[in-house]
C-alpha cells in the first residue's frame, strides 16, 4: 500500500503543479475584481473563464474580508448561488448575452429597494425588520428580467437620512456605521453610503441607489465612483422606501460611466405603479450604452457658475481647486466650449447645511430661505409618502408602523435605535410643522424653491446660454438637481493632496476631508437629457482615467483567480480541463 500511497500523493503533487500553471498562465482571463467593468466580466463568462457562482463566491467572500471594519453590506441573498446556478444553466443552454448584457452578474441593492424574497427591507432600521412586501419593487423585478444576480443589501444612512436634521452619514441602527476605505475613518457620505463603499471595492459589479438629495451624487464623489442621478420618474420607486416622492430618484453606482449606462438601461422606463414615469417624453428608451463615445463632448456647451462655487459648500468640494480648472482644459480640448463665470442668484447649498429647520423660509433669496424651504416640502413629502407609499402595501409588518407617528416612536423607544445619541430632529420638525402636501403653504414652497432654482437659477442659465449641461465640483450640482428633479452625473476627478487638512464630521467620529479624499466633478443637465450626460461624462473619464489612480487604503484580497483554483482542485476534469485547453 505504501508503494501506491506514494504514487497517489506524487499524482496529486503533479496535478496541482499542472493546474496552478494552468491558473498562472491563464490570469490574464480573470480581471482584478477591485476596477473590473461589465466588459470584462461578460467577456469572462460567455467564454467559459468563469462562472456566475465563481463571482458569487468571489464578492461573497470580498464582503466577508472587509465588511467588519467597513461595514457596508447589511445582508447577502440566501439564495444567490441557487440564482447563479441558474444563470449558469441558462448560459450554457444558449441565452443571447448581448441582448441581457447583465445575465449572471451580482449587483447590490440600497437597503430601501424592497425584494420579495429571504433578505430584509429595512430602511436601516429595526422597525421594519421582518416586514415583507406583496412583491419585487419595479427595480428589482427589472433587474431579475435583465438576469441580474441579487447578491444583497447595501447599508445607508437610515431612512435615506431623513431622521436627524444633521444626520450621522452612512450610520444605520441596522447597519452600523459603515466608513469609505481611501483614509482611517473616512466619512462615505450619504445617504447611499453602503452602496457606493461596495462599488469602488469590488464588493459586486455594481450597486444600486437611491437619491433625494445627494444621496448618490455625494457618496459617489467621496468613494471614487461614478453616481449617477437620473431625473425623477426615469426609474420607477414602485415599493423603494420613500423620503420624497418629489425628489427620490432610483439611480446607480459604478465604477465606469459605460457601467451606469448599461444598469440605467436596465433600470429606466415606464411603470404603471409610479405615475412620474408617466412624464418620460420617449415612445422608446434612448440608448444609453450607445451614447457613450469618445466624442461625446464635441460641440457641447457648458456653463461654469464661479458665484455658486464660492460658496463655502463642504470642505471636500475645494481640497484641490487646480483639479477643476484642468479638467475644464480637459473638456475645452475635447471639443467643448466653456461659457465661463455664468452668474447664477440661487447661491444656497445643498440639503443638510443648515442646522436649525424653519416652517416657512425666511425673507429673501437666501441660503436659510432655501434650505428651509425644500425641508418643509420633503418634510411634507416623508408624512405622507412613507405611509400611503410603503407602509399600507406591506402584507406584513410586525411592529405595527403605519405613520411616521407610530416610527418615531418605535425609534425612541427600541434601544437597538440609539435614541438619543442618534436623536430624531428631522421627523419631531416634520411633525411639529405638520404639513401635507395638499396644504396650500406647501405648494407655496414648493412654487418659491422651483422658482428660486428653475427660471432664476440653473433652467434660467441653460436656456439663457444655450447650454448642454453646466459642470461644477459635484457638492454644488446637489440641491438645484434636488429640487427640480433634474439628472446629475458625478465622475472621479482626483484625491486631496498629500498635505491636505483633516478634518472631522459634524456628527459621529468620523473624519470629513483628508488626504488621498476622492473627489468628483459634476455634469447637470435638463430633464430627462441622460442621454447627452452619458456621453459628455463618457468621453471626459476616458480623457483622464482617474479612478483606477487613486488607491484605497483598505481592500479585499479575494480575487476570481482563487476561486476558481479551489473549484478546480475539487473537480480537476471537470469544467477546469475545458477551461485551460
Known amino acids: 500500500m505504501k508503494p501506491f500511497s506514494a504514487v497517489a500523493t506524487a499524482l496529486r503533487v503533479l496535478l496541482f503543479a499542472c493546474l496552478s500553471q494552468a491558473l498562472s498562465t491563464a490570469e490574464s482571463d480573470f480581471p482584478p475584481l477591485l476596477d473590473a467593468t461589465l466588459a470584462d466580466l461578460r467577456f469572462g463568462l460567455d467564454n467559459n473563464h468563469f462562472t456566475s457562482v465563481d463571482l458569487v463566491h468571489a464578492y461573497i467572500d470580498r464582503i466577508s474580508e472587509v465588511n467588519p471594519a467597513l461595514k457596508a453590506v447589511t445582508e447577502i441573498n440566501p439564495d444567490a448561488l441557487l440564482i447563479a446556478l441558474k444563470r449558469d444553466a441558462e448560459r450554457r443552454a444558449g441565452i443571447d448575452s448581448a441582448q441581457q448584457p447583465l445575465h449572471g452578474i451580482p449587483i447590490l441593492l440600497k437597503n430601501n429597494i424592497a425584494t420579495d424574497d429571504e433578505m430584509n427591507n429595512t430602511a436601516g432600521s429595526y422597525a421594519l425588520l421582518g416586514a415583507k412586501v406583496p412583491h419585487d419593487s419595479t427595480i428589482a423585478s427589472k433587474l431579475r428580467k435583465a438576469g441580474a444576480i441579487i447578491l444583497g443589501k447595501a447599508n445607508l444612512s437610515q431612512w435615506a437620512s431623513s431622521r436627524e436634521v444633521v444626520f450621522h452619514e452612512g450610520w444605520s441602527a441596522y447597519g452600523g456605521q459603515a466608513v469609505g476605505a481611501y483614509f482611517p475613518k473616512q466619512n462615505p457620505r450619504g445617504s447611499s453610503s453602503g452602496s457606493a463603499i461596495a462599488a469602488s471595492l469590488g464588493l459586486a459589479w455594481a450597486a444600486v441607489g437611491t437619491d433625494t438629495g445627494g444621496s448618490i451624487l455625494m457618496p459617489g464623489h467621496a468613494n471614487n465612483v461614478v453616481g449617477f442621478r437620473p431625473t425623477v420618474g426615469l426609474t420607477s420607486r414602485y415599493l423603494v422606501i420613500p423620503y420624497s416622492l418629489r425628489q427620490d430618484t432610483v439611480g446607480t453606482l459604478t465604477r ?3 457601467d451606469a449606462a448599461y444598469l440605467m438601461q436596465a433600470m429606466a422606463g415606464h411603470d404603471k405603479q409610479d405615475n412620474y414615469t408617466d412624464a418620460i417624453p420617449f415612445d422608446k428608451m434612448p440608448d444609453y450604452v450607445a451614447a457613450c463615445t469618445n466624442s461625446g463632448l464635441k460641440g457641447k456647451r457648458l456653463g461654469v457658475s464661479r458665484n455658486t462655487m464660492a460658496t463655502d459648500i463642504d470642505p471636500s468640494a475645494n481640497t484641490d481647486p487646480e483639479a477643476f480648472e484642468r479638467a475644464l482644459d480637459v473638456l475645452r480640448a475635447a471639443g467643448a466650449e466653456i461659457i465661463d463665470n455664468i452668474d447664477l442668484p440661487c447661491n444656497i447649498p445643498y440639503i443638510g447645511q443648515t442646522k436649525e429647520p424653519r416652517s416657512k423660509p425666511a425673507p429673501g433669496n437666501s441660503m436659510d430661505a432655501g434650505f428651509a424651504a425644500v425641508f418643509s416640502i420633503v418634510g411634507a413629502d416623508f408624512l405622507s409618502n412613507l405611509p400611503e407609499k410603503y407602509l399600507s402595501l406591506l402584507k406584513e409588518n410586525p411592529n405595527n408602523i403605519t405613520s411616521v407617528s407610530d416610527l418615531r416612536d418605535f425609534t425612541r423607544d427600541d434601544p437597538q435605535e440609539g435614541f438619543p445619541r442618534f436623536d430624531t430632529t428631522a421627523w419631531d420638525g416634520f411633525l411639529k410643522f405638520g404639513l401635507n402636501n395638499t396644504d396650500p403653504s406647501y405648494w407655496s414652497n414648493v412654487t418659491a424653491v422651483r422658482e428660486l432654482l428653475g427660471p432664476l437659477c440653473f433652467t434660467g442659465a441653460l436656456e439663457k446660454y444655450k447650454l ?8 454644488y450640482s446637489v440641491l438645484a438637481a434636488a429640487g427640480l ?6 465622475v472621479p476627478l482626483g484625491r486631496a493632496p498629500d498635505d491636505s ?3 472631522p464630521s459634524d456628527r459621529g467620529n468620523l473624519i470629513l476631508s483628508a488626504p488621498n479624499g476622492p473627489f468628483g466633478i459634476a455634469f447637470s443637465g435638463a430633464a430627462f437629457s ?13 480623457r483622464t482615467n482617474v479612478r483606477t489612480s487613486i488607491k484605497p487604503f483598505i481592500s479585499p484580497r479575494t480575487e476570481l483567480a482563487h476561486v476558481v483554483r479551489k473549484r478546480c482542485l475539487r473537480d480537476p476534469r471537470g469544467a477546469c480541463g475545458k477551461m485551460f485547453k
Not at 468 to 475: G, W
Not at 530 to 542: C, G, T
Open 468 to 475: 448642454d449641461a453646466m459642470v461644477y465640483p459635484t457638492p
Open 530 to 542: 441622460e442621454e447627452k450626460l452619458f456621453a459628455m461624462a463618457y468621453d471626459f473619464e476616458q
Open 256 to 258: 465606469t460611466v459605460k
Open 501 to 503: 487638512p483633516v478634518i
Open 485 to 490: 428633479g433634474l439628472p446629475v452625473v458625478s
